[in-house]
């Protein structure tokens, strides 16, 4: 068995890095480094709160608007989100409606409460709330699914 510690970064491929960057800025992402985004290296951004690490990488040569693993009825092959826990639905709500930041969809299951949001390039975010005893079921994984059908 592989022993893998904990996911180190996670990759978004983006076509504006300044419209990005600023979009993960306000998601309370701070800039790490840009190791040279037009050549085709990362722009890094962590998370203080969770140490969440994103790497933007561009640019981007095509596409744009949509994401195609998500949007279109003919399903690909390939990761489709990032889902990231928050600590409160209403606190994280209110600063969506107040940065002015849309959501495009929602779902509840058992304990477990998520909403979507979109990056300007449309790279689904998943934002999870667990509450009660899911919550620290959450924690590894042993949320019982059964029964569940809503996700988009």
Known sequence: MLKIEKVDHVGIRISDNVASVAFYRELGFDLIADA???QGHPIIMR???????LNLLGPSTSGGGSNILMDIDEKHPG????ALR???MDDTKAFLDAKGIPT???FSFGGLT????RDPDGNVIELDEFRGDEAEQGRDGAVDWEGYSNHP
Not at 47 to 53: C, D, E, L, P, W
Not at 79 to 82: D, F
């Open 36 to 38: 040279g985004f037009d």
């Open 47 to 53: 998370n203080k709160a969770s140490g969440v690490t």
């Open 79 to 82: 990761y489709t989100h990032v």
């Open 114 to 117: 998520a909403v979507f949001i």
């Open 104 to 106: 495009t969809g929602s």
């Open 86 to 88: 928050i600590s409160s």
